[in-house]
């Protein structure tokens, strides 16, 4: 029974039902109007499943979603909301109301992408309004899409919304793209805006700065200043762009505001870099007027806040060398060079702290490395020629005064320094070149003439030498090393008295100059004057007892004076001081030889010579009195020193041939005679020696030679009369043992001939009367036939 109740239910019942629903199914329109009606009552609900069920039977108009939609929002189902809306405004046609409610409601659920999407729909339906501009601004800041940034604020911009923000935002993106024009016509719309905001005005002034146009950037600033005076940053802008355009005093006075406001730590919180500039730039500017103090006070704060700056460091050094405070100075500049080595003026300031303290060694180091980072630093390359100049290394000088010259042709002291070397090493030529130059840059320099005058001394041309001097003391009266060579001038022309007032003239002007001393007591014993001689001489030990030259001359005057036992103090003195000095040994001979300490003397004469192999004086004293004392071997070696260092000396060539004389050298002894001979070919008593030797030697030709020489000199010179006659008559002698009669006649001829003529000039001689005799015992055998007289021999007694 069940089971054929339950298959009519369904064969019968059930599909009768249905047919009735289908008959009964409400229309497309139907369900919209329901639909509707219960939108505006308000039945959201209702409304939605009417919409949707409607929508089962066609798609339905855009309208249609976007009610239903609006439903959903109503309801609080934002994501159907926003389903429902994306497809009214597939259905095209969207309205401007439409993409505003789907791009807000998609802005609270929807994804990134659908939510540009939407507030794109939107800006492109109304392109004036600015809400969905503003929303996307918002998106792509959100996820940093800066091309979308700059579209949405150009968008904003260009429809007239009026942000000073918006500005200062775009043309911060052109600034990143380097469209600088279009960054800074932003940043003056901005300013129109609100010219009382720093902003705008403190990047367009940054952009004008870094364009070089300072002056229109120094009006932004200025403006920072109008407007916010309490802000760093005009001050800071205002500060360095003055300090560029050169106005010190406006930009020291406002970076003190910056460096040195109440609120100095905000002020470098807000700057950062730019603070640590600003002290860096003050410092400079302390510097450069001299307000050293504040310049180290600033370095000092600069080292408490970890700002290790070079420059900074490298300024206080210097200013604390203007305050004459090396020791901290040299600190500094330590510390300027460990933080960059390559910092050239901090080497060449440590440089001038050790030249100052004569550490040249130090010096140079520090000026080389000066010059390697910085070649065009003339005054490092200056000060190295005078340090190398200290330690005696000429050349080094000279390459760097050099490099001076080439840096800077138009200064005075490069030339100047150049000669004073070229000098040195005996190159007056070329210092005179250097000099002239040196003299068209500074005319009247008393200096340039007195080197000039140096080179013309050097080279031997003393009169322009001294023309030179005067001109030099005409314009510095007080220039006393243009009198004192002067004075050597003077000297060396034999005008002794002119270089006594030269000398005197230098030591007035500068009383403890020794070599005027010296000068001045040089001409003075030259004069005689000895006891004015040896007051300058004592003149110049006050000032250095322990001057050689002054010591020796002290002695030497001594001795011309006669004063023999000071002299002899005094000159023991000065080997004391220097055991090498050779003029001391020989005057303390002399002053032994006057004392008749003769083997004392003979000691120093050759210690002088042993010293001084050049000393001729030395040698021709030790020869003389060994001959005096005896000793004629002795005196033979230095004796022949002496002619050697002087082939013209008389006195010495003499006192060799006595000496060689007295040993039994007579050859040598001749010799000698026959260079006193060449030396003096008009004196008659060098023949005479001559003649004498050679007569000893039985050199009778030669001995008639050296007498007829005499007699040639000096016709009334008996005794050559007589020895000639000796010869002669000797001559007669050989003549006669050799057979050579005739021979014989003439030789004893002519020694009657001389014999008498002896006797016209000397008829009182003792040797008279053998001559007599002789003649008349010639006579008695010349009177012989030739023939007997070949067998007879002829004696005096005839």
Known sequence: MFKKLFLLFVVVIIPVFLSAQEEFQPSYEDLIYDAEDAFYREDYATAIELFNKALTLEQGSASVWEMLGDSYVELGSLTLAGDAYKNAIKRGDATLELWRKYAQTIAKIGSEKDRVEAYKGWANADPNDPEPHLALLEIYKAVGDEKGIQRELEALLGIGVENYDYYIELADIYEKKRDVERAMKQYRFAIDIDPTRYEAHLRLGDILWSKGNLQEALYEFEDIVRYNPELPYGHYGLGIISYELGDDRTAISELEIVLNSSEEGRYRDELGDRYFKALKVLTELYHRVGMYDEVVELAGRARGMGYNDDDVFYLAGNGLMNLGKTDEAEDFLKEAISLNYKNAMAHYDLGRIYFERADFSSSVIELESAVKYNDKLYGAYLLLGYAYSNLNDSDSAYMNFKRARELRGGEFEPHFEIAKILISWGRYKDALVCLEQAKKIQPRNADALYYIGQSYEGLGELEKAMENYEQATFIDREHYLAYNSLGDVHWKLGNVESALTSYEQAFSIKVDYIP???????????LMYYDDAIHAYD???????????????????????????????????????????????????????????FEDAVEEYHTAGQLDPENYDAFYREGFLLLRLKRDGDAILPLETATKLKPSSVDAHLLLAVAYENTDMLDCAVKEYRRLAEIEPDNKEHFRNIGVLERMRNKYDSAIRAFSRVLELDPDDADAYEMLGDLYRIKGYQAKEWRQYDEEIRWLDMAVDKYQQFMALRPNDESVPFIQQFIEGYRKYKSLPEEERKIVEFYFSW
């Open 539 to 597: 003149s110049a030990l006050d000032y250095d007892n322990e001057n050689i030259v002054a010591q020796l001359g002290k002695g030497r005057s001594e001795y011309k004076a006669g004063y023999y036992d000071k002299a002899e103090e005094d000159l023991k003195r000065a080997i004391k001081l220097d055991p090498n000095l050779s003029d001391a040994h020989f005057y303390l001979g002399r002053v032994y030889e006057q004392k008749e300490k």
């Open 516 to 526: 005027a001393y010296i000068g001045f007591a040089r001409c003075n014993e030259e």
